[in-house]
């Protein structure tokens, strides 16, 4: 291994590792979440920005790279792999970082020039700059980094500014009047402070602890203290607020606005005056308010578009400025990576695919991830998107996860209820989930459950298993699941069912089709009929099976003991290959698909 192989590898670790410390501090993050909306991801996206990063990293086949050329490559897929405002705007402070240290050089003069570079891209690459925000901790780095550059070692330099960009943090609230009225600090600003204490500790610096309060607990908190004062009630020491106070947990509380008014209703403990609960009902009023905001523009969308019919940033701009506001663009070769909030999203997707080809998709619904940031029941979420498939047989299940899918609900012979839904849903801990049944007769009550859910729920109107088989098949053969182009080919393999009458009924044709008898449905159509399971499914065969060379039979429970079947098919139609699993379906003997 060579010398570089070493560096690559020291750097790549030291990566590693803030990215695992700024993981396990992401819900503190979230908590502070109310700029520019408070839908409480600013962790995860900061967190999910970086894991990206890592997870595409490049293969160097043992390619010799110094930590310039990686931390090059490492900036450039944190661009692409960026989520949310906070992602966005680090990403690109991290490009201009690389663009400087790209010459390997770590000595404290060109460092500063780096972060002056990186602020001055992070600067000009967002619409609408703010001061109190991830921005001015950014500036405020560069400076006291330049302030403190008599220093020979650039890691006792970024120490130092440590507690500098701290105080800074703590006076985001003055300068940005919504985080003062919520009485939080700027939550990009704490995560950014967050990876600088993450790569202290890298260079063997004593760590920092912080303490954390979920945001629905101090929501909840507020809620009770109002009350208290409402009531004129002191009895502070009888209520779970006292224990909060006695126990040491005011100072975990992030709120600071929250904080002073437990200690001051503490200290009035007995003797609340009507001059302090008027203005303790006023702060509490505010507080609560603020995280209730009508927010103009629902969803947080973003993109990836590949295109030669684009020629710049300022183009993308013009096209789909009209639908919303926070826009950022960023630009690599032919790909634009695209945030914008707005109130149609499919509008503004269709409209950029004229132009090229969507590579990558992701539409949050904030007001849904507010609700759930502020509900008392929150959901923290583990990944950012999986395919949730929900199917009746365990046969199903199976092979639906042999062909990739993370997430699968068996329903059984009754079909789920909204509860049921609801509960598996939340179970998966997902911010974005593509769900999709295998029956029709499910959709009504998915949709209905998608809304009481707290994740954000897109669902794939899917007619039957097949078509989730379809649908993970095209994702198998390297179809980005970012890109949602895999929903369009639901309906890619052809299939028919093959069932028993229950009553008499009639075929397509007019022929009568007897109670017992078994029958074969094809496009919501019966197409043939029986008394004999093995000559219907061979006259389906023979009137399906057209160009397709390949015949695959799921079983279902009512035929799982059926071993003749197979073998009767093969000899019947040499020509063609045949394959057989169990599916356990209930109603269809077999689902039979011809590719």
Same mark, same amino acid.
């Given at each position: 291994?060579?010398?570089t192989?070493?560096q690559?590898l020291?750097?790549?670790?030291?990566i590693?590792?803030?990215?695992?410390?700024?993981?396990?501090r992401?819900?503190?993050?979230?908590?502070?979440n109310?700029?520019?909306?408070?839908?409480?991801?600013?962790?995860?996206?900061?967190t999910?920005?970086i894991?990206?990063?890592?997870?595409?990293?490049?293969?160097y086949?043992?390619?010799?790279?110094?930590?310039?050329?990686?931390l090059?490559?490492?900036?450039?897929?944190?661009?692409?792999?960026?989520?949310?405002c906070?992602g966005?705007?680090?990403?690109?402070?991290?490009?201009?970082?690389?663009?400087?240290?790209?010459?390997?050089?770590?000595?404290?003069a060109?460092?500063?020039?780096?972060?002056?570079?990186?602020?001055?891209?992070?600067?000009?690459?967002?619409?609408?700059?703010?001061?109190g925000?991830?921005?001015?901790?950014?500036?405020?780095f560069?400076?006291?980094f330049g302030e403190?550059?008599?220093e020979?070692?650039?890691?006792?330099i970024i120490?130092?500014?440590?507690?500098?960009?701290?105080?800074?943090?703590?006076?985001?609230?003055?300068? /940005?009047?919504?985080?003062?009225?919520?009485g939080?600090?700027?939550?990009?600003?704490?995560?950014?402070?967050?990876?600088?204490?993450?790569?202290?500790?890298?260079?063997?610096?004593?760590?920092?602890?912080?303490?954390?309060?979920?945001?629905?607990?101090? /929501?909840?908190?507020?809620?009770?203290?109002?009350?208290?004062?409402?009531?004129?009630?002191?009895?502070i020491?009888?209520n779970?607020?006292?224990?909060?106070?006695?126990?040491?947990?005011i100072?975990?509380i992030?709120?600071?606005?929250?904080r002073?008014i437990?200690?001051?209703?503490?200290?009035?403990?007995?003797n609340?005056?009507?001059?302090?609960?008027?203005?303790?009902?006023?702060?509490?009023?505010?507080?609560?308010?603020?995280?209730?905001?009508?927010?103009?523009?629902r969803?947080?969308?973003?993109?990836?578009?590949?295109s030669d019919?684009i020629?710049?940033q300022?183009?993308?701009?013009?096209?789909?400025?009209?639908?919303?506001?926070?826009?950022?663009?960023?630009?690599?070769?032919?790909?634009y990576?695209?945030?914008?909030?707005?109130?149609?999203?499919?509008?503004?997707?269709?409209?950029?695919?004229?132009?090229?080809?969507?590579?990558?998709?992701?539409?949050?619904?904030?007001?849904?991830?507010?609700r759930?940031?502020?509900?008392?029941?929150?959901?923290?979420?583990?990944?950012?998107r999986?395919?949730?498939?929900?199917v009746?047989?365990?046969?199903?299940?199976?092979?639906l996860e042999?062909?990739?899918?993370?997430?699968v609900?068996?329903?059984?012979?009754?079909?789920?209820?909204?509860?049921? /839904?609801?509960?598996?849903?939340?179970? /998966?801990k997902?911010k974005?989930?593509?769900?999709?049944?295998?029956?029709?007769?499910?959709?009504?009550?998915?949709?209905?459950?998608a809304?009481?859910?707290?994740?954000?729920?897109h669902?794939?109107?899917?007619?039957?298993?097949?078509?989730?088989?379809?649908?993970?098949?095209?994702?198998?053969?390297d179809?980005?699941i970012?890109?949602?182009?895999?929903?369009?080919?639901?309906n890619?393999?052809?299939?028919?069912?093959?069932?028993?009458?229950?009553?008499?009924t009639?075929?397509?044709?007019?022929t009568?089709?007897?109670?017992?008898?078994?029958?074969?449905?094809?496009?919501h159509?019966?197409?043939?009929?029986?008394?004999?399971?093995?000559?219907?499914?061979?006259?389906?065969?023979?009137?399906?099976?057209?160009?397709?060379?390949?015949?695959?039979?799921?079983?279902?429970?009512?035929?799982?003991?059926?071993?003749?079947?197979?073998?009767?098919?093969r000899?019947?139609?040499?020509?063609?290959?045949?394959?057989?699993?169990?599916?356990?379906?209930?109603?269809?003997?077999?689902?039979?698909?011809?590719?």
């Amino acid at each position: 291994m060579t010398h570089t192989d070493n560096q690559m590898l020291v750097i790549k670790g030291i990566i590693e590792n803030v990215y695992k410390y700024l993981h396990r501090r992401k819900e503190y993050i979230n908590g502070l979440n109310v700029f520019p909306v408070p839908d409480g991801d600013t962790g995860l996206n900061m967190t999910l920005t970086i894991q990206g990063a890592l997870a595409n990293m490049p293969d160097y086949n043992g390619k010799a790279i110094s930590n310039g050329e990686y931390l090059k490559d490492f900036a450039g897929q944190m661009l692409m792999n960026s989520r949310g405002c906070s992602g966005v705007i680090l990403a690109l402070y991290c490009q201009g970082l690389s663009e400087v240290i790209v010459n390997g050089d770590l000595s404290p003069a060109n460092v500063h020039k780096a972060l002056e570079n990186g602020y001055k891209k992070a600067y000009e690459g967002i619409d609408n700059p703010r001061e109190g925000t991830i921005l001015t901790l950014m500036y405020e780095f560069k400076e006291k980094f330049g302030e403190l550059m008599t220093e020979e070692d650039t890691a006792v330099i970024i120490k130092r500014c440590i507690p500098h960009l701290k105080s800074v943090l703590d006076k985001t609230p003055d300068m /940005l009047p919504v985080l003062k009225q919520a009485g939080v600090v700027d939550s990009g600003g704490a995560g950014f402070l967050i990876i600088l204490e993450g790569f202290k500790r890298e260079i063997n610096f004593k760590q920092s602890a912080s303490g954390e309060v979920a945001a629905s607990t101090l /929501l909840h908190a507020i809620k009770n203290i109002r009350k208290l004062i409402q009531s004129s009630s002191s009895n502070i020491k009888n209520n779970h607020l006292g224990s909060l106070h006695l126990n040491g947990g005011i100072e975990k509380i992030n709120n600071i606005r929250l904080r002073n008014i437990i200690s001051d209703f503490q200290h009035h403990s007995g003797n609340i005056l009507n001059k302090r609960k008027n203005k303790l009902l006023k702060d509490l009023k505010e507080m609560e308010s603020s995280w209730n905001p009508h927010i103009q523009y629902r969803y947080c969308t973003e993109f990836v578009v590949k295109s030669d019919k684009i020629s710049s940033q300022d183009q993308i701009k013009q096209l789909i400025s009209g639908y919303g506001d926070s826009m950022i663009v960023l630009h690599s070769s032919d790909t634009y990576k695209v945030h914008i909030h707005t109130n149609k999203p499919d509008a503004v997707l269709t409209d950029v695919s004229k132009f090229g080809e969507l590579v990558f998709t992701k539409v949050d619904d904030m007001k849904k991830q507010h609700r759930n940031f502020i509900s008392h029941d929150t959901i923290a979420y583990e990944r950012e998107r999986s395919i949730f498939c929900i199917v009746s047989g365990l046969g199903f299940k199976k092979i639906l996860e042999e062909l990739g899918a993370e997430d699968v609900f068996c329903y059984g012979k009754k079909k789920p209820s909204v509860e049921q /839904l609801v509960k598996a849903i939340n179970q /998966l801990k997902t911010k974005n989930i593509i769900a999709a049944p295998d029956d029709q007769d499910i959709l009504m009550s998915l949709k209905y459950a998608a809304s009481l859910c707290k994740s954000n729920v897109h669902i794939v109107e899917s007619k039957s298993v097949i078509s989730l088989i379809s649908m993970l098949m095209a994702v198998s053969n390297d179809t980005n699941i970012n890109s949602m182009s895999f929903i369009h080919q639901l309906n890619d393999i052809r299939y028919c069912g093959i069932s028993r009458a229950i009553r008499e009924t009639r075929a397509e044709d007019g022929t009568v089709v007897k109670q017992g008898d078994f029958f074969t449905m094809y496009d919501h159509k019966i197409i043939c009929s029986g008394k004999n399971i093995k000559e219907v499914v061979v006259q389906s065969i023979e009137k399906l099976a057209q160009k397709e060379n390949l015949v695959t039979l799921y079983k279902g429970i009512p035929a799982k003991r059926d071993n003749n079947l197979l073998p009767e098919l093969r000899r019947v139609f040499q020509e063609k290959e045949f394959e057989e699993y169990y599916g356990g379906q209930y109603q269809y003997y077999y689902y039979i698909t011809f590719e």
